[in-house]
């Protein structure tokens, strides 16, 4: 299973980072998506670019950020359920829990990996709207990256929760990181069952293969 160049995933991985819930609070479900992002976006910048240990590439320090502010607010079980398409039908439930921890796993290892790698960049908000009563919306971003690089447009599909509002897809230039998986977990599925897909997450995260960052 490679998701492709490290660098193309990192983008996909610190605009996943830039979405996370700044804190679990109450009357978190209150807070607009666009209000939620920046908001967020502008906490773990600032956390980023002073914590020495984070700069340093601290895994665990990295890894404790990401589980405090980033994982809180992404709904796992459904971009778990979109990765995997027709067959989480028919998936049992001992599979389906397995399948949201692993993929959960998987995320938060890769998001470790590549945190680093993207610590100098701004982010520019663009227009928000949203109508009275929706419960799905996308909130639209430009991430300005150093050294000139050209900008990277990243869109956040969110979707309207009992625990407030979460990110369940994330579009870097228009390319779907939910549809990205979804076609490498077809392959895993065709060649071996849930249980093969299963099996194959399992095996990333224990560190018998590379997580999908690293290659």
Not at 63 to 89: C, N, S, Y
Request: glycine share 8%; net charge neutral.
């Amino acid at each position: 299973m490679q998701i492709g160049s490290k660098d193309v995933i990192g983008r996909w991985l610190i605009a996943i980072s830039m979405a996370g819930s700044a804190a679990v609070c109450a009357g978190a479900d209150d807070v607009q998506p666009d209000v939620l992002v920046r908001k967020t976006t502008e906490e773990v910048l600032t956390v980023v670019r002073n914590d020495k240990d984070i700069r340093a590439g601290n895994v665990a320090r990295i890894v404790q950020l990401i589980e405090e502010k980033v994982a809180p607010h992404f709904d796992f079980e459904r971009m778990t359920r979109l990765a995997v398409g027709r067959p989480w039908r028919e998936a049992s439930p001992a599979q389906r829990e397995t399948l949201v921890k692993e993929f959960r796993t998987l995320l938060v290892r890769s998001y470790s990996a590549a945190f680093t790698a993207y610590t100098g960049i701004a982010v520019e908000y663009r227009p928000y709207k949203m109508s009275p009563g929706e419960t799905e919306t996308t909130v639209q971003t430009l991430i300005k990256l150093p050294g000139g690089a050209p900008p990277i447009g990243v869109d956040y599909d969110m979707g309207h929760t009992p625990g407030g509002w979460k990110v369940y897809d994330v579009r870097v230039s228009g390319a779907s990181l939910i549809i990205n998986y979804r076609n490498l977990f077809a392959q895993e599925i065709q060649n071996g069952g849930i249980d093969g897909l299963i099996k194959s997450l399992v095996d990333k995260n224990s560190g018998k293969t590379q997580p999908a960052a690293d290659k």
